[in-house]
Every structure is written in structure tokens, then in C-alpha cells.
């Protein structure tokens, strides 16, 4: 009695903490309380904590999909015929690189940039969740990276000093660019053992480097991708060979970093879109409140029907079922779930399959009473029988749901994120609402149901 | 299981129906498998043009092959897979004779990766029926049970696959991936309710040896029909929901997912236990045959 009343603390608790996590930013809350009209603006706390050293921070927002956001998904195809077999990998993670800083520019919130190799197809997919203009992000994102090299001023003008932006601009080019560029390479100096970052530049190249390298020794020749600049060297020697080195107080991440924008430019490899989809906010936004009514309209028809077939066991029930629809929420926004609306049908599917474990238990109890059995005793046989066909019955669900989520990405399988959102919200249902179906309704009936004596189980 | 030949007569007049459409006219495979562009658009016409009249207001620049209503205003094109740029083209070419529009949402797939797609989900399909059948098999540690529920998976799979033949045929329904989820949510449905049966068949045996098999069948399945239409009632509750309310975007998949719940539910019942005495009688048929 003292250890269900201990579990029974513990599931409030950890409901309400879900409650917490669950509600709305901000819910207005307005009743009249005896004649006293209250009206006030219930706030979610904002968890900022630092564990272990490491900042931890949840908004306890729902991550919402593209599909409900609206928003753009492209497939990309890179174009890999004029790279050698052994480059691709590198090119790819380059081409990644500049589409990833263009779309940081392009300032969408939490863009998604992922690259992946079909067969001997390289592609990158990109995600730009809540983007307004698809037609102009597409322009950016679709151009070719360009990289070229340019002089710093040597007579800066006064407005070149006044911002960053200006002082940028008033470099010169100097006709290198990229195409010049044969190969870049991380390596380490011989003598520091410090990693800089070498150029080799094609025949063309080693004459352009030459010409600018001797007649500007000691200015800054910087190098510009897409109109940025990423690296600032200083010309120390005059370089006829082509071979150059950037060194500076890098580290080996950052002069990898520097290296792989380098190959962008110097490895134009051009990219063609496969797919694209591109969604209206307003399309999704409709579909979620349709979603959503429908799901409580659902849920209300579960509850009463539970409620007049299995009386105070179904109210018993019902509870444990907003339980589940609580932690689920509660889960969603903890682990980050990103909820799109097939993930939605996913959760209302499951909440509808949550309360199979219930009835399981309940047709058992009704059996053992059948046979003579004192409540207390067929409740809990009931349980321990109803449990072997629940946990068989579940885990074939829960294989389906896994190959939908794909979660150890094989690329034979499949990688869309709506079948995902499907896949994750069917999981995570099928395993709450086995801890919900068993704990916490056993916890309720053993605390609540002890009254009822054997002599008139329930109608049915 | 005295109507046990009723049973598979009312499975057959489900599933036949099904089957002749599939062959007939197969399924209507949306974009996502064959590539293509789809374009919905709003206007601020009620009525929703024709293909002829899209193809019209196109002219050279597009061949539209299919245009739907997909709401007050709205509608979707189909045709052949487009650039972003074309398409602003034939957006610009629509609204001189349609009016001004707003672009809802456009999706275009190539070719190949639609065949890529067809066949990772192939092979998914192919995953999940063979893990279930490997699970169902050690679980019962007997083919018997085994090869019943996969059947009776089996006919769920062409109800739906049937259902949805349909649905492309006279409602020009697709089928896109979700509808894949759908059928391989089907799938663990279907096992998930043969299981809970069959547990109990077993269970009934192994305390009651002298009862037939039949005898013991018909038991089993009266004891957990109960839970069995409970349980699926709770789930087509909820789906039936989704489908009438929950907005055009996910009706189809929700219709598939309350297909697979109705007919997961009947065939545990009413086709995988009435395989399973079949069997039984076969068997004996055989022994009875030798001796």
C-alpha cells in the first residue's frame, strides 16, 4: 500500500512537471470564482540550467515541420563529372559548406543542409523552414560558388576605415579566381608543427600569382568566396612557383574550415536542383487546427466511450489516457520532435491504440471475476496476463515504427522527414502508452478501486 | 467457426472487387514515385478550370495532365517535372486568363528519384513482412501460427492496396509515401490483433487438452472479441475524426490507416482463426488419410 501510494506521489508529480512543459507559452486564464471575476496570463517558465558544465536551454517550444510551417526542401544533385572519383566526397562537403553559409546569410531559423551519396549520385538537401520567399532563397542557393582573390588598398579612403563592410569593398580584384586554384590541402610546417593551409595553382594561375605576389609583397591578399571575405594572408615573399602557404594562428579545425571553402571555390562543381517542394504557411497552419479539433473531438468520443462501457474503470482509464496525452507532449518538446502533420495523425493514432493495454486488462479482470476471484487478486492476475499478449503485440509495432524512422539512416530505406515524423510519434506513443496503460492505471485502480467488492464487478 | 465459409466468402467479396481493380487499372502512383511538378494554386475563382482550359491558358509552355479541386478556389496541376523558373513562366502565362493566383504549393520530383523511391519502399515492405513473419514464427515457435497471420496480413494488405485501386480509379486518389506508412502501419496492425488471439488459443489448449481444436478456436475468439472490437473502436474513433475533420492534407492517409485498422481487426477474427482450423482440419484429413 505504502509503495503504490509512493508511485501514485511520483506519477503526479511527474505530471504535473509534464503539465508545465506541455502548456502554452502563454494561457490566459479567465473564470468567475465566487462572485470575483480572476483573470490573469499563465506563463511557461524557461529552462535555463547548466548541467554539468554545460548549458542546457529548452524554450519548450513545439519544433513544428516544414510541412505545417510552410517553407522550401530541395534535393540538389552535384555534378560530379569533370571531378576525379577520389575529390567527390571532399566537393561535396565543400558544396555543403557554401550552401550552408549562404543560407546562414539568408537567415532562416534553424536551416537543415545534409548531404548524401545514392550510388554514384552526391546530393545535398536542404530544409529552410518558415522561408517567405522561396523564389529568391532558391536564387541563392542555387548559383555556382566563386571564389577569387583581391588586394587590399593601399591608400584606404576615409569611409574605407569607418566599417568593416566598406573596408571589404574597397579591396581590388586582382582576375584570380577560383578556376586558378588547383587544390588546397591542410598540412603542418615543417618547423612549428602548427597547421597552415597550401594553395597549388594551375599553370595559368602560377604566372597571375606571380605577377600580383611580386608587385605587392607585403599587402594583404585576401580571399573572397561569394563576395566574403574568408582568409586575409599577408604577402611575405614574392611566389613564382604557385605553390603558396597561408599560415597564421590556426587551428587544425579552423585551417580545415578554411580548406574546405577554398575547394568550394576552387572546385566549382556545379549543382542542379532534383526535387523541390515548397509549401504555403497558411495551407499548413489550416491543416494543424483541423488536426487538432479533430484530435479532441477524438479523444472526448474515447473518453465517454470508455466511460459508459467500462464505467468507473473507464474514468480510471481516461485519466491515465490524458496522463499519456500529457507526457507525450511533454516528450515531444523535451526531446526536440520536430511535429509534422503526418507525426500528428501518428499521435492520434496512438492515443486511440493506448487504451488497447487497457482494455486488454480489463476484459482479463472481467474473466477472473468471472471465475470467483476476489477483486484484488484478479485485478493484479489480470495484469500479469494481459502483459505477455500486450508485449507481444507491441513489438511488432514498434519494429514498423523503427524501420520508418530509419534511425540508423541506411540509404536503402527511406529518409523523408514526413515519414519520419510518422515513424518517431508512432514510438514514442507505443512506449508511453505502455507505461501509462500498465503503471499508472494499475496505480489508480489499486488506489481507488478497493472499495468495489467482488459481488458486482462492473456491467457488461 | 461454423461460418467459418461465411467468413471467407465476406472477405473474397472485399477483396476480389479489390484485386480486379488493381490488375485492371493498378494503382495511381502520385508524383513522389514517377516524378513530375504539381502546382496548387488559389484564385479568386470559385470554379475550378478544366484540364483543357489549364492547357488552354498554358499553351506550349506546360502539358498539364491533370487538374483537381483541392478546396474553395484551390486547385492542383499535374504535369510533367518543371524548373523553379518555368514555372514562374506558366504561373505568369495563367493569371492573364485565370486572374491573379497565389502559389499554395509546388513540388517537383525527378525522374530518378522517384524510381529510387519505389524502391526503397519496396524493399521496406519487404523488411517489415519478412521481420514480422521471422517474429510471429518464434513467438508461436509453430509455422502453423505463423503462416496464418502472415496470410491473414496478406489480405489486409490487398484490401487496402484493392481500396486505394479503387479510390485512384473513380476518385483519381494517389499514392504517395504516406500512403506506404499507412500500408506498413497496416501491417503491424493486422499482427498486433492475430497475436493477442492466438496467445489465447494457445493458452486454452495448453490448460484444456481434451477439447477439439475447433472447440477451443471458437472460445478464444469469443473471449477476446470483445477486447478486440473495443480496442479497434477506440482507434476508429479516433481515425474517423481525422478523416472527417481533419482537413485535406492528411485524409487519404487517414483514410488508409482506418482501412488498415477495420480490416486488421476483421481479418484477426475473422480470417486468420478460421485459416487456422482449416489447417487443423487438413491436418487430420492427412493423418486420417495415411493410417
Given amino acids: ?460 | 467457426m461454423r461460418f467459418r465459409n461465411f467468413y471467407f466468402l465476406f472477405s473474397l467479396c472485399f477483396l476480389i472487387p479489390g484485386i480486379i481493380s488493381l490488375v485492371l487499372f493498378g494503382l495511381r502512383p502520385a508524383i513522389d514515385f514517377t516524378g513530375g511538378s504539381l502546382l496548387e494554386l488559389r484564385t479568386e475563382q470559385a470554379e475550378t478550370p478544366s484540364r483543357e482550359q489549364v492547357q488552354e491558358a498554358a499553351g506550349e509552355i506546360y502539358q498539364v495532365s491533370s487538374v483537381q479541386n483541392s478546396g474553395a478556389g484551390q486547385f492542383i496541376i499535374r504535369g510533367v517535372s518543371i524548373s523553379n523558373d518555368q514555372k514562374l513562366e506558366l504561373e505568369n502565362k495563367l493569371s492573364t486568363t485565370l486572374g491573379p493566383l497565389n502559389e499554395v504549393r509546388f513540388e517537383t520530383v525527378g525522374p530518378t528519384l522517384g524510381r529510387e523511391l519505389l524502391q526503397k519502399t519496396v524493399f521496406a515492405i519487404i523488411l517489415a513482412s519478412v521481420g514480422i513473419t521471422f517474429y510471429v514464427a518464434r513467438q508461436f515457435r509453430s509455422f502453423k501460427y505463423g503462416v496464418c497471420a502472415i496470410l491473414a496480413m496478406f489480405h489486409d494488405t490487398f484490401i487496402l492496396l484493392g481500396a486505394f485501386s479503387l479510390l485512384g480509379k473513380f476518385f483519381n486518389i494517389e499514392v504517395d509515401v504516406l500512403f506506404v506508412t499507412a500500408l506498413l502501419t497496416t501491417l503491424s496492425f493486422s499482427v498486433h490483433d492475430t497475436i493477442v488471439v492466438f496467445d489465447r488459443i494457445r493458452e486454452t489448449l495448453r490448460r484444456n487438452a481434451r477439447f477439439s481444436f475447433k472447440e477451443v478456436a471458437n472460445a478464444a475468439v469469443l473471449e477476446t472479441l470483445g477486447r478486440s472490437m473495443n480496442n479497434s473502436m477506440t482507434i476508429i474513433i479516433m481515425l474517423l475524426s481525422l478523416v472527417l475533420l481533419g482537413g485535406e492534407t492528411i485524409r487519404w492517409f487517414a483514410l488508409a490507416l482506418l482501412i488498415g485498422a477495420v480490416t486488421g481487426t476483421y481479418s484477426s477474427t475473422f480470417t486468420a482463426v478460421p485459416l487456422l482450423t482449416v489447417w487443423d482440419d487438413l491436418a487430420q484429413w492427412w493423418r486420417n488419410r495415411k493410417r
Avoid: C, H
Avoid at chain 1, 12 to 23: K, P, Q, R, T, W
Avoid at chain 1, 192 to 206: A, K, Q, R, Y
Avoid at chain 1, 257 to 265: C, D, K, T
Fill in chain 1, 1 to 460: 500500500m505504502f509503495k503504490t501510494l509512493r508511485v501514485f506521489f511520483l506519477i503526479v508529480f511527474f505530471f504535473s512537471l509534464s503539465l508545465i512543459i506541455a502548456m502554452p507559452r502563454e494561457l490566459p486564464v479567465q473564470f468567475a470564482l465566487a462572485g470575483r471575476q480572476v483573470d490573469f496570463m499563465l506563463k511557461r517558465p524557461v529552462l535555463n540550467l547548466n548541467l554539468f558544465g554545460r548549458p542546457f536551454q529548452r524554450d519548450f517550444e513545439l519544433k513544428q515541420g516544414l510541412d505545417i510551417l510552410g517553407g522550401m526542401q530541395l534535393v540538389l544533385r552535384a555534378q560530379m563529372g569533370n571531378v576525379p572519383v577520389e575529390d567527390r566526397t571532399t566537393a561535396l562537403d565543400a558544396a555543403k559548406e557554401v550552401i550552408q553559409r549562404r543560407v546562414d546569410l539568408y537567415g532562416v531559423s534553424e536551416p537543415v543542409v545534409q548531404t548524401s551519396q545514392v550510388g554514384d549520385e552526391y546530393r545535398i538537401i536542404v530544409e529552410l523552414a518558415g522561408v517567405t520567399n522561396p523564389d529568391e532563397a532558391l536564387q541563392l542557393i542555387g548559383t555556382t560558388a566563386q571564389l577569387d582573390f583581391r588586394l587590399e588598398n593601399a591608400t584606404p579612403s576615409a569611409d574605407a576605415t569607418a566599417s568593416a563592410f566598406a573596408y571589404f569593398n574597397s579591396f581590388q580584384r586582382t582576375g584570380l579566381t577560383g578556376k586558378e586554384l588547383k587544390r588546397s590541402a591542410v598540412q603542418f610546417d615543417s618547423q612549428t608543427g602548427e597547421p597552415v593551409v597550401s594553395l597549388e595553382f594551375n599553370s595559368e594561375g602560377v604566372e597571375k600569382f606571380a605577377a600580383v605576389t611580386q608587385a605587392n609583397t607585403g599587402r594583404i591578399l585576401a580571399i573572397f568566396l561569394d563576395e566574403f571575405p574568408v582568409s586575409l594572408p599577408r604577402i611575405s615573399t614574392p611566389i613564382l612557383t604557385g605553390q603558396a602557404i597561408i599560415s597564421g594562428d590556426f587551428t587544425i579545425e579552423q585551417a580545415k574550415q578554411l580548406n574546405i571553402q577554398l575547394n568550394a571555390g576552387a572546385l566549382p562543381v556545379p549543382i542542379e536542383i532534383i526535387e523541390q517542394r515548397t509549401i504555403g504557411a497558411s495551407l499548413g497552419q489550416k491543416a494543424v487546427q483541423d488536426s487538432i479539433r479533430a484530435g479532441v473531438i477524438g479523444l472526448s468520443l474515447v473518453i465517454l466511450f470508455m466511460m459508459l462501457y467500462y464505467g468507473w474503470k473507464g474514468v480510471l482509464s481516461s485519466i491515465s489516457l490524458v496522463v499519456y496525452a500529457v507526457f507525450t507532449i511533454a516528450v515531444y518538446k523535451l526531446l526536440g520532435i520536430t511535429v509534422t502533420l503526418p507525426g500528428i495523425a501518428g499521435l492520434l493514432l496512438s492515443i486511440g491504440m493506448a487504451v488497447d493495454s487497457n482494455i486488454l486488462i480489463f476484459e482479463r479482470l472481467k474473466e477472473e471475476l468471472r471465475l470467483g476471484k476476489p477483486f484484488n487478486q484478479a485485478m493484479e492476475l489480470g495484469f500479469g496476463r494481459a502483459w505477455d499478449s500486450i508485449k507481444d503485440a507491441n513489438v511488432v509495432t514498434i519494429f514498423t515504427a523503427l524501420i520508418l524512422i530509419n534511425p540508423l539512416d541506411l540509404s536503402f530505406l527511406n529518409r523523408s522527414g514526413l515519414v519520419k515524423g510518422f515513424g518517431v510519434t508512432l514510438l514514442i506513443g507505443v512506449v508511453i502508452s505502455l507505461f501509462t496503460g500498465l503503471v499508472v492505471t494499475r496505480t489508480l485502480m489499486r488506489l481507488f478501486l478497493k472499495e468495489i467488492s467482488p459481488e458486482k464487478p462492473s456491467k457488461a
